[in-house]
């Protein structure tokens, strides 16, 4: 027996109790190197604590069946950790609020073609999660000593369905 929900759409102000949506839609815009670059500034916050530094990776993830059994999530909590498709296809995210240490209830965002998204420290949150095909992710994450990685197994699964 599983427990469902059901992914919605990634708005700024759905994912806002979780994190940062990274898109270029309504972003701070400096126009640099003589008018010939647009920089939408600063779309999310980099932390690194504890003697980290931030890194920048390509992730290659492999898409998982769909509706999505969720058997578990995890956190960083030295640090943050953003995902910017390397292209132009949707991704589900799964993120869950902190109750007592532990995951309380996930909720699940489809991401639009364009947008990305950044989890602050501690934020516990499901693996990358490409739809239909493989895909390559920019990461910004936190790399250094100390550790930086919580697992936590569900004792009953949720079912994760798509809209």
């Not at 190197?33 to 500034?41: L, Q």
């Not at 994450?141 to 809209?163: I, Q, S, T, Y």
């Amino acid at each position: 027996m599983s427990r469902t929900i059901t992914a919605r759409p990634l708005t700024r102000e759905a994912f806002a109790p979780f994190g940062s949506v990274i898109e270029k839609k309504d972003s701070e815009v400096r126009h640099i190197n003589n008018g010939m670059c647009i920089r939408h500034h600063d779309l999310a916050p980099v932390d690194a604590a504890e003697g980290g530094r931030p890194a920048i990776s390509i992730f290659a993830g492999k898409p998982y069946d769909m509706p999505l059994r969720l058997t578990m999530v995890e956190r960083h909590p030295l640090g943050s950790q953003a995902f910017m498709p390397l292209h132009n296809r949707p991704f589900l995210v799964v993120v869950c609020p902190d109750e007592a240490g532990k995951p309380g209830t996930p909720s699940a965002f489809v991401t639009q073609s364009g947008q990305g998204v950044s989890f602050p420290a501690g934020l516990w949150h499901g693996v990358l999660t490409p739809l239909d095909e493989p895909g390559d992710f920019l990461v910004v994450d936190r790399v250094g000593p100390g550790e930086n990685l919580e697992e936590f197994a569900f004792d009953e699964p949720w079912l994760v369905k798509l809209p």
